[in-house]
């Protein structure tokens, strides 16, 4: 990673904070309009959930248009996972080559994006010599586990125990589709990510989507401290993220956005549109990830 | 579905021209006086949620803060109830009384019920609406049904711009009750082929499973009398991308607020980069212009 780059970035995060408190007048908080341009550039939302399928010639070519889409409305720093095409249940050989195209953007683009490392549980051993190469020995910062398998199972264990290791977070995609009897065959549940965090109980998971059908999720996860909700994806159905705030407490909520398929616009919307305390909207749009990383990067000699 | 290859088979649509604004709707100190139009807003309650904001009023103020001029409000009660008429005369009273010259009411018929054909009359003649807003999915009907035609015919005669909800909910996370399909669209252009002075609007139509297939939207694109809202458009930059690919695309801006965070549509306008006839199109111009030909009525 590029600590100048990184650094530079940081330093306009500061010079520009996530929202601006409010005047002696009118309400001027994340919610309050007008909403101008000039006004999002300046939100400086990080991104727990992006992937780069914008179109280019090479993975950083899709990230610089990624990026200047992400800079119209604020959002600063994004964790990017799981470059296309998609593969439900990856090779070693197909995982291995979406983690370069990631590394590849990390050269770039190191000062914006945060890597995770795509892992298939299916390929135990060769989950965690590629947990090793673009974690213990790369510049990458925690996990993307997808839908080979669900993960509840024991495959998983080990690769839980090399993260806490090495203090990489670990995001787990979950859905519950039509309660549960819609998923894909290795598509994990919610109730399912629990089981986990109750072998791990100090590890910290991410729960993708919250669960998508985020009225079961959220309960499903919600008696797991170390469990935080992904709020990317899916529809911005009112009352969700009150919900999450109300069930967990706004410290385990994280705003992501699954761009580029999920409009970054659709998403941080939900969390600017939200009946919740300013507060809690800058915990939610960058405080939480940003304490969630903090360890790995400290590895990383970065401090943010 | 691939919205670059939705439209790329789609003639060229007819270019909107700024209409009249309607009388007596609200205009905006904080939009500078601009008209903005929310093709998509709902009173009334959704059966499986509490939505917010929970009163008229509440959801009025909402929209004005951000400066909206003029929305158009169905009901969710006329989603369920086989009492249309009462819902339909609740939604104008709420929109006369608490809708602040902002509020249009959209009332809903539902050609299954018996005498359905009344209903049409009395949101046109004692309600006076401008619109009616349908949900097939729900009410079990098929845009092939000789009912919706008749329907889409008699609209068009009282001068009614009909709006169809595709869907409301991500059919995902339904509760199991009440889960229905999207409603498929694959009709609707033998439907504009018999009635062909009818205006269509199609309400989250890009919802998850979206509308039908890229061959449907293509053809009714080309009929140049479909407009869709986009609330439920996705993808980074989305409108731009689909703008890119469609120029002449209409798109009208609906929020499907309060079921979704009204911001959630509203950034979608600073996310991606519009010309300002884009943007002037998307805001006000191609919703009044739907609007604007329905009410020139079937002889135009």
Redesign the interface.
């Known amino acids: 990673m590029n600590r100048r780059k990184f650094l530079h970035a940081g330093a306009l995060a500061t010079l520009a904070p996530a929202t601006t408190r409010a005047a002696s007048t009118a309400p001027s908080g994340p919610t309050s309009p007008p909403w101008t341009d000039a006004r999002l550039r300046r939100l400086g939302a990080w991104d727990a959930h992006c992937h780069v399928s914008t179109p280019g010639a090479t993975p950083a070519a899709r990230m610089e248009r990624l990026v200047a889409i992400a800079d119209r409305v604020g959002v600063e720093r994004l964790c990017v996972f799981m470059s296309p095409p998609w593969q439900n249940d990856p090779t070693p050989e197909q995982f291995r080559r979406s983690n370069d195209d990631v590394l590849a953007i990390l050269k770039e683009w190191s000062a914006r994006a945060f890597g995770f490392v795509y892992l298939n549980p299916n390929y135990p051993r060769e989950s965690l010599d590629e947990l090793n190469r673009c974690v213990a020995d790369g510049p990458m910062i925690g996990i993307k586990l997808w839908v080979a398998c669900r993960c509840n199972r024991p495959a998983l264990d080990p690769i839980v125990a090399r993260a806490a290791e090495l203090d990489a977070v670990i995001f787990q995609h979950t859905w519950l589709k039509q309660r549960g009897t819609g998923n894909l065959p290795g598509e994990s549940t919610p109730m399912e990510l629990a089981e986990l965090a109750t072998r791990h109980p100090s590890a910290p998971l991410i729960c993708g989507h919250a669960g998508g059908d985020r009225e079961l999720g959220l309960r499903a996860i919600r008696p797991h401290s170390r469990v935080y909700a992904d709020l990317g994806g899916g529809d911005p159905v009112s009352g969700e993220v009150e919900l999450a705030v109300r069930e967990l407490g706004a410290a385990r909520v994280l705003y992501g956005s699954d761009a580029g398929g999920r409009s970054f616009a659709s998403q941080l919307g939900r969390v600017l549109g939200a009946d919740i305390s300013d507060a809690d909207k800058n915990l939610i749009l960058r405080d939480n990830l940003r304490g969630l990383l903090r360890p790995a990067l400290r590895r990383k000699g970065i401090e943010v | 579905m691939e919205r670059r290859q939705f439209f790329r088979t789609a003639a060229a649509l007819s270019a909107t021209a700024l209409a009249p604004h309607a009388p007596g709707a609200a205009m905006s100190a904080?939009?500078g006086g601009a008209e903005f139009i929310d093709t998509q807003v709902w009173l009334g309650q959704w059966p499986t949620?509490?939505?917010?904001p929970a009163s008229t009023p509440a959801l009025v103020a909402k929209l004005q803060?951000?400066?909206v001029t003029e929305a158009w409000a169905g009901n969710f009660d006329a989603v369920l109830h086989a009492d249309i008429g009462a819902a339909n005369a609740r939604l104008a009273e709420a929109c006369a009384r608490d809708g602040g010259g902002v509020l249009l009411p959209f009332g809903t018929v539902n050609p299954t019920l018996p005498d359905w054909e009344d209903e049409v009359k009395r949101c046109a003649e004692i309600h006076r609406m401008r619109g009616l807003r349908l949900f097939p999915n729900y009410q079990r009907y098929a845009l092939t049904d000789p009912r919706f035609m008749r329907l889409l015919a008699l609209a068009t005669e009282r001068r009614l711009l009909v709006q169809i909800a595709v869907a409301i909910?991500?059919?995902?996370?339904?509760n199991?009750a009440l889960?229905v399909r999207p409603t498929d669209v694959a009709g609707l252009a033998d439907a504009l082929d018999r009635v062909p002075t009818a205006r269509v609007m199609l309400l989250n139509s890009f919802?998850?499973a979206g509308a039908g297939s890229a061959a449907t939207l293509n053809r009714l694109a080309a009929t140049r009398r479909v407009s869709h809202d986009i609330a439920?458009?996705?993808?980074?930059?989305?409108v731009e991308k689909l703008l890119e690919a469609s120029p002449e695309a209409q798109l009208v801006f609906g929020s499907h607020?309060?079921?979704?965070?009204?911001?959630?549509?509203?950034?979608?306008l600073?996310?991606?980069?519009l010309k300002p006839a884009q943007s002037a199109a998307l805001r006000s111009t191609n919703a009044r212009a739907a609007l604007t030909d329905s009410a020139r009525g079937p002889n135009r």
């Open positions: 904080a939009t949620r509490r939505i917010f803060l951000h400066g909910e991500d059919e995902r996370t339904q199991p889960a919802m998850h439920a458009l996705e993808g980074v930059g989305g607020t309060p079921f979704f965070y009204f911001e959630s549509a509203l950034l979608k600073h996310e991606s980069v």
